[in-house]
């Protein structure tokens, strides 16, 4: 029988609302059925959120290391100071060193299989910063942390998910500004490779279809408000499609989403961060789940951000951080599942066994 997955949980920034739903989410306890729970915190800061919030009693298990977790528990390494200052809807410095800690310990186990996926709840981008950590937001780290010389092409793609909406970016966490001169072909063709790569392997979808958005408004209207779709994206959209990958468009976005286009695909590639996440937190906020495609190891989260104007109130909603962690399970599965398909050994046996045959050997020959 295969082992349960090990889910690891970072607490993200201490004076937010990452405790409030991560305990939350565990007052159900039939989670400790589905996968082994490694939450990478402070005990105090979750007591410090369970009573300030009064929220329903959760029974964290302290470990040194995400090796000794137990199964049918929740689990809890510390990885902050015991002294930890905790100022709900404060951004410090304190607050974004405790998360860092917390990431930085739970890729560590990732790499050396200690833990299974990743399931991040939010940072303040600006507190994390230090002279450790110098990146964007999670999706930056994370694939700067998993490039290596065995994978160095290894690209992270932001998606944002539910199970009726998928929308990926071809742009993160980037100015303005900054936008139009990252949007060049290869840029648009990777992306589309990479997401079809995502919904075929990650989510299980055959023969994905693809909407692209385009930069400009309604699509450049044929040059006059940009010529970025004539000469860039059209193009990028051609050569996916002659890698056989059913990509679309590009569509005008303002209309996209409002007339319920996106139902008739599998995902959109939008091509810079509100483009994208405007409208599909305005569609699924409660339980949009941030999903980090194209890196060797699973990473989810929830959709939304810290929450410092109601933290430690009891108000937050958990569901978008029970959704990402459901949904780092079945992709973890399917991943598992299409390595498991291809390495087809009863095929492999079969045809070693039908080239060694002798197709000479004459059947009507008596012993």
């Known amino acids: 029988m295969n082992r349960k997955i090990k889910v690891g949980i970072t607490h993200g920034d201490t004076n937010g609302i990452g405790y ?3 305990l939350k989410m565990l007052e ?41 977790a137990h199964d049918g528990v929740f689990n809890i390494i510390n990885v902050v100071p015991e002294d930890l200052k905790i100022e709900p809807g404060q951004a410090t410095e304190i607050a974004g060193a405790a998360a860092f800690a917390a990431l930085e310990a739970a890729v560590a186990d990732l790499r050396a299989g200690d833990i299974d996926v990743l399931l991040t709840a939010p940072i303040n981008k600006h507190s994390i910063q230090s002279p450790t950590f110098k990146f964007p937001g999670h999706t930056e780290y994370l694939e700067a942390s998993f490039r290596s010389d065995e994978n160095p092409d290894s690209r992270a793609l932001m998606v944002l998910c539910t199970d009726e909406l998928r929308v990926a970016l071809v742009t993160t966490h980037l100015p303005i500004s900054e936008v139009p001169s990252a949007i060049t072909k290869e840029a648009v063709l990777g992306k589309i490779m990479d997401f079809n790569r995502s919904l075929h392997r990650d989510f299980g979808v055959l023969a994905p279809r693809i909407a692209v958005l385009s930069l400009n408004p309604h699509a450049g209207e044929n040059g006059l408000l940009g010529k970025e779709e004539a000469d860039i994206i059209s193009p990028a959209i051609a050569e996916a499609r002659e890698k056989k990958i059913m990509a679309f468009g590009p569509y005008a976005a303002d209309g996209f989403f409002g007339s319920e286009n996106y139902k008739k695909f599998d995902g959109v590639l939008a091509m810079y961060h509100d483009q994208g996440l405007a409208p599909f937190k305005a569609l699924a906020m409660d339980a949009g789940v941030n999903f980090t495609a194209g890196l060797p190891y699973v990473r989810t989260s929830p959709d939304h951000g810290t929450g410092y104007d109601i933290a430690g109130k009891g108000l937050a909603d958990a569901e978008s951080m029970r959704s990402a962690l459901y949904m780092a399970l079945d992709i973890f599965r399917n991943r598992r599942r299409e390595d498991e398909a291809h390495r087809r050994p009863l095929r492999k046996q079969h045809y070693e066994k039908e080239k060694n045959s002798d197709p000479t050997i004459d059947l009507t020959k008596e012993d």
Do not use: M
């Open 20 to 22: 409030e739903v991560i």
């Open 28 to 68: 159900d306890s039939r989670i400790a059925d589905l996968c082994t729970i490694v939450l990478y915190g402070s005990a105090k800061a979750a007591a410090f959120y369970r009573k300030s919030g009064e929220l329903q009693p959760v029974q964290l298990q302290k470990i040194d290391t995400a090796a000794d």
